[in-house]
Every structure is written in structure tokens, then in C-alpha cells.
T-cell receptor, first 116, second 113 residues
């Protein structure tokens, strides 16, 4: 079990550019989650997938953000027209998805985005 | 709404001291409760969890008991080490179709030799 992996680990971009992050969950995990963490705060939920279906999106996820999980395996999170307020750590997590309410989420190392 | 409140840090302790980090929650129903730890520059690692009232989660010498009557899930360790220095997050997972974790703001623990 290799754990959740995320790429890139760091991304520096200029305001207005588009960026895309990738997350590879633990194999056999059905559920995949994206969170955003700003300095000194706990992670905040952005969205989650059950297999390839995106089942919930936070109000934090503006229309500049889009996430996909095309074959129910890896996922991508794209931010269009980045703004300085998008600077944060973007965390991906996965869980087995066999239960509701007790399903443990395992996190990747995160992608740190800096928008100049 | 659902929320988690953690004691503010930083918490500074000497090695071998006793640790308590307070966590209380507000939720309708019966959430599962978690403690995650984040070492500098890394993602979150699951430390322990409890899924129902009176359950005790434990791992690596850390313990926390799910107290429904006080809506608390305080983290404790009898003897901390320098290697325990990290940020600790309390979180709840609400049951039903909502699978998102709701986190507290985190508590920085600094253990001095």
C-alpha cells in the first residue's frame, strides 16, 4: 500500500494562469476528497467523489475550480484564472468507501500553491 | 451547524511531560471523531479515531475518549517526546451521505528536550 500521492508537491504561478493538480488515491479506495488548507487553519472540504461521480461540492469551490475523476481512479483539480487568494495547500484524501459515517480518510502530502 | 473547537496553541512542554489537548464538538446526531497529526511540510496522518460514545482510540501512546455527555474528544499522552512536536487536528465525520471531515484549527505542540 503506497499511500495517497499528489503531484506536483509545489506550484508557483502568476495570477491569471491556470493550474492543474493530480491525486492518486490508495488502490481499491472508492472515495476521493479534496480539501484546502490555509496557513494556521484546519483543512476545509472542497469536494468528494464516489468512484467517478462527484457527489458533493462545497460553496468554497467557485466556478473557476473544477475536479474530475474520469475512471474512478486518479483525480485532477484545475483552477482557472488563479487569484492570490487561491494560495494554499491543496490536500487529497481517499477512503475505502464501504461505510458511511465511520469511513477513515487517508491524506496525501499535499500540493502547495503560491500565486504571485 | 457542525463544528470543532480546539484549544489554542502553541503548547510548549518539556520531554516526558503529560499532554492534554482539548477538543469539543457541536454536531447533530452521532459523528465519528478523529485526531490527525501534521509534521512540518507534510500532509495529515491519522493518529486515532473513535466511532461511538465511550469508545477510546489509541495509537503510539496517545489516547482519546469519545464523551457524548460533554461532547468532547480530548487528546492525551502520558510522556511526550521531542519527536511528537507537530500540529494536531481534531475532526468530526458526520454520518449519512455527507462524508466530509470538519476540522478544528489545529494545536501546535512544541516539545523541548
Amino acid at each position: 500500500d503506497t499511500g495517497v500521492s499528489q503531484n506536483p508537491r509545489h506550484k508557483i504561478t502568476k495570477r491569471g494562469q491556470n493550474v492543474t493538480f493530480r491525486c492518486d488515491p490508495i488502490s481499491e479506495h472508492n472515495r476521493l476528497y479534496w480539501y484546502r488548507q490555509t496557513l494556521g487553519q484546519g483543512p476545509e472540504f472542497l469536494t468528494y467523489f464516489q468512484n467517478e461521480a462527484q457527489l458533493e461540492k462545497s460553496r468554497l469551490l467557485s466556478d473557476r475550480f473544477s475536479a474530475e475523476r474520469p475512471k474512478g481512479s486518479f483525480s485532477t483539480l484545475e483552477i482557472q484564472r488563479t487569484e492570490q487568494g487561491d494560495s494554499a495547500m491543496y490536500l487529497c484524501a481517499s477512503s475505502p468507501g464501504r461505510t458511511y459515517g465511520t469511513d477513515t480518510q487517508y491524506f496525501g502530502p499535499g500540493t502547495r500553491l503560491t500565486v504571485l | 451547524g457542525n463544528s470543532v473547537t480546539q484549544m489554542e496553541g502553541p503548547v510548549t512542554l518539556s520531554e516526558e511531560a503529560f499532554l492534554t489537548i482539548n477538543c469539543t464538538y457541536t454536531a447533530t446526531g452521532y459523528p465519528s471523531l478523529f485526531w490527525y497529526v501534521q509534521y512540518p511540510g507534510e500532509g495529515l496522518q491519522l493518529l486515532l479515531k473513535a466511532t461511538k460514545a465511550d469508545d477510546k482510540g489509541s495509537n503510539k501512546g496517545f489516547e482519546a475518549t469519545y464523551r457524548k455527555e460533554t461532547t468532547s474528544f480530548h487528546l492525551e499522552k502520558g510522556s511526550v517526546q521531542v519527536s511528537d512536536s507537530a500540529v494536531y487536528f481534531c475532526a468530526l465525520l458526520y454520518g449519512g451521505a455527507t462524508n466530509k471531515l470538519i476540522f478544528g484549527t489545529g494545536t501546535l505542540l512544541a516539545v523541548q528536550p
